[in-house]
């Protein structure tokens, strides 16, 4: 790869970094590092009822902190709207993308109780044969129907969307945890692409930005795991490329619970920086010894880079 990598971390705005955010901070600078690549930092600030004021400064703040500087200006989810936009035309164009009237209440109406998933409701596809003169409130990609896809082709003698989700069940291969597949319309159904409230779904402003910004690896917790397959069916979609996936390890709290904002994380303490980090870097299988902050970073980068070399053997 060489200067052909470029990697990210992507924060949304919602607060302060704590321990879990500086492992998926450093973790995917140390792979950038390592492999002579750039390093970029997006905003995800898209889900604009969450963000707090000033929180992106911060975030910067702290990062620059433990010495994890950018290789370019922050991208800002929330300026870039249009090209979401463009990027939904798009599907709609290919018959791969539709209108749903569906609430929350009208999906749990439509399905078993055993249907649910991780907290969310696998949608059943309601809306996949038109909206029967209900008004239209989300978005959907469409994750199966494959013969309605090639119909809908057909006959509008737009072939592109033909070959789309070829196969029943996505495969994948995780760099640290091997092999991954899911069957997407199965475990997850037609997932929104823009919400009910207007604004734009992670899952399409993700994919959209990774290949407007040209990451080659997305370095992230396993937290976000199960999004990959959701991901890299939205860039078959839109015949973007795909990159390759790390997911690391996750700081746990004393409760065995993934350590996060919501459950009252602290925020990181900028004014010890190699205490925060070397807790972290034992996370991620790496013992710095240096007591001067470059100097744990150097040697941080060349552990981690013997680690992906001996992966890559």
Known sequence: ????????????????????????????????????????????????????????????QQ??????????PPLYQSQRGAHYQAALDALVAHHLAYPCACTRQDIERALPAARAR????????????????????????????????????????????IDFIANEELHWQDRRLGAQQQHVEQAVGDFVLKRADGLWAYQLAVVVDD????????????????????????????????????????????NGEKLSKHNGAAPLDISEPLRALNDVAQVLGLQPQADQLADWLDQ?????GRAVKSAGD
Request: charged share 20%.
């Open 1 to 60: 790869m060489g200067a052909t990598y470029r990697g990210r971390f992507a924060p949304s705005p919602t607060g302060p970094l704590h321990a879990g955010s500086l492992v998926a901070a450093l973790a995917s600078w140390l792979d950038a590092r390592a492999q002579g690549g750039q390093w970029l930092v997006r905003i995800e600030d898209i889900d604009t009822p969450r963000c707090v004021p000033g929180a992106d400064k911060l975030i910067l």
């Open 63 to 72: 990062l620059a902190a433990f010495g994890l500087r950018p290789d370019a």
């Open 211 to 254: 290949a407007a910004q040209g990451i080659t690896d997305v370095v992230r917790g396993e937290d976000l795991l199960d999004n990959t397959a959701r991901q890299i069916l939205l860039q078959q979609a839109l015949g973007l490329p795909t990159p390759r996936y790390l997911h690391v390890p996750l700081v746990r709290g004393a």
């Open 300 to 304: 941080a980068v060349q552990q981690w």
């Open 118 to 161: 991780h907290g969310e409701l696998v949608y059943p596809g309601t809306c996949r044969q038109g909206l029967k003169g209900r008004p239209a409130r989300a978005w959907r990609l469409i994750t199966g129907d494959r013969e309605q896809i090639r119909q809908s082709a057909l006959s509008s003698r737009d072939t592109s969307a």
